[in-house]
């Protein structure tokens, strides 16, 4: 089974190994680059020396006198440089011995010991010789690599001296094991910090979790801190729109389905009362005496009637509840539909009807006739006499329609769920008209129509309809 770290070891082991792995490059790039110049610094200062010893050589020569040869000169030179390891080639015979060669190595004529007269090989002394200048090279021996420099110091003989590297490999050993301490301590530091900063992202990352399992469970105010501006704030402020969202959105569904409870309960109580009127007057249709069963028929007939009512108000009530509710505008006179409306709702009422401005409009007639109906069937059965309707077209953008009575006005209790369905006053409740789906009916008209239905009290209560003049339906 495939390892899958954990975020907080994720973390750590990629910090770690980032740091482990810059740290490396780093102590490598400073490590060649230290010795890089320390080796040309040893390699200058070498070849300083023996320009020097060969120059200094050549003037020993010069200047004394009585030596035997110049490969004798040079030699009693170069013994007094005491500390450095040095031999002669000679090729010509008039300065001394000469050098043979052996094995592809020349035998030196002079020096500090024979450990060396292996380290010359021909090529480099004869390269020397031909270049009549100084040749580097490397040579291994048994006291450690040595820097061999070989160049002339008269014609025909050549001085080598050797330049232990022992010291300056001691020196790029320390400085190797320097870089590598400075690399283990830089990548703990770096696992330190990897640790630091995982917990800090895991306990945002847990806080996150906690979080979101507290809404799961139904805390809908659960929201997240917003903290910088980083990736894990973006996420908390995503997360908090979405609560906020859903939240509304569960807050909504709770909230239409005790409104579905409640509507079916007072549907179930609306309809019990007319039809228990329906039975107890059917059975008086059975009676013998006459002026009963015409009674009977008479209430039979109201409760059916009202029964009609409240089903065509279901109806409308569930075709917004579907979405399913058409507007069909046309070209209104809202002066003639609220004439025709108070007529059609109170024919006998003393309802005085007002006009100022411009009251034409583009809307549903229906539904605005159903609207203003409505609001003076509310107004006749539970406010008081006069009432007066006013008509106002001097807005230029909207047309409102003000329906006021003089009762005593909506009860503080009442005002804020009067549109809601089924609520009914005191007053109401003692009567057997209304189902009390009018407002909540109207208020879906005015919504439908993109206006609004208000209410307050004003010596009674006074239901404003505002609606907007819309624009001309297309034709076809």
């Known amino acids: 089974m495939r390892w899958r770290p954990s975020l907080r070891a994720a973390i750590v082991l990629t910090v770690a190994a980032v740091s482990l792995v810059t740290t490396a490059a780093m102590a490598l790039t400073t490590y060649q680059l230290q010795a890089g110049s320390a080796r040309e610094r040893f390699t ?25 040869s110049a490969v004798g000169g040079v030699a009693e030179y170069m013994r007094a440089r005491l500390g450095l390891t040095w031999a002669l080639v000679n090729f010509t015979p008039t300065s001394g011995p000469v050098s043979t060669a052996e094995d ?30 100084s040749v580097r090279y490397t040579a291994d021996t048994p006291d450690g690599p040595q820097l061999v420099i070989v160049g002339e110091v008269e014609p025909g003989l050549l001085l080598a001296e050797f330049y232990n590297a022992r010291s300056i490999d001691r020196e790029l050993a320390g400085l190797r094991d320097r870089l ?3 690399a283990a301590v830089i990548a703990l530091l770096g696992g330190a910090l990897g640790v630091l900063a995982a917990r800090a992202v895991q306990r945002r990352v847990r806080t996150a979790a906690v979080a979101a399992r507290r809404f799961g469970d139904g805390a809908l105010d659960t929201r997240l801190p917003v903290r910088g501006r980083d990736e894990l ?12 969202r859903l939240g509304e959105s569960i807050e909504q569904l709770r909230l239409k389905d005790r409104q579905q409870r409640r509507f079916v309960a ?17 059975d008086g249709l059975h009676s013998p005496d006459a002026a009963d069963r015409a009674r ?19 109806l409308e009530v569930s075709r917004f509840d579907a979405g399913a509710a058409e507007l069909r505008p046309e070209a209104v006179d809202l002066e003639a539909l609220v004439a025709d409306a108070v007529q059609v709702s109170a024919p006998d009422a003393d309802i005085t009807v007002r006009r100022t401005g411009d009251v ?6 229906r ?7 409505n609001l003076v069937t509310n107004a006749v059965r539970h406010g008081e006499a006069p009432v007066t309707v006013t008509v106002d077209g001097t807005a230029p953008d909207a047309v409102r329609v003000t329906v006021a009575d003089s009762g005593p006005g909506l009860p503080d209790e009442l005002a804020p769920v009067v549109f809601d369905r089924f609520v009914r006053g005191d007053r109401a409740r003692s009567r057997t008209e209304g189902s009390g789906l009018g407002l909540a009916i109207a208020q879906e008209n005015a919504r439908l129509h993109g206006g609004r239905l208000d209410v307050r009290n004003d010596d009674g209560a006074v239901f404003t309809l505002t609606v907007p003049r819309g624009e001309p339906p297309l034709v076809d």
Do not use: C, K, W
């Not at 034409?360 to 007639?365: E, H, N, Q, W």
């Open 266 to 282: 007072d549907v179930a109580h609306d309809l019990r009362t007319p039809l228990a009127s329906m039975v107890a007057a059917a």
């Open 44 to 68: 200058a200062s070498a070849q300083a020396a023996f320009d020097s010893d060969a120059q200094q050589a050549h003037q020993f020569l010069v200047r004394g006198a009585g030596f035997e």
């Open 104 to 133: 592809g190595r020349y035998v030196p004529v002079a020096g500090t010991g024979g450990s060396f007269a292996g380290q010359l090989p021909v090529s480099e002394v004869d390269a020397a010789r031909d270049r009549r200048g």
């Open 367 to 373: 539904r605005l006739h159903t609207i203003v109906r």
């Open 296 to 314: 009977s028929a008479e209430l039979l007939g109201g409760q059916v009637r009202r029964l009609g009512a409240l089903v065509e108000d279901l």
């Open 180 to 182: 590598a301490v400075v």
């Open 360 to 365: 034409a409009l583009f809307g549903d007639p």
């Open 233 to 244: 704030a973006d996420l908390a402020g995503s997360f908090n729109a979405m609560a906020q």
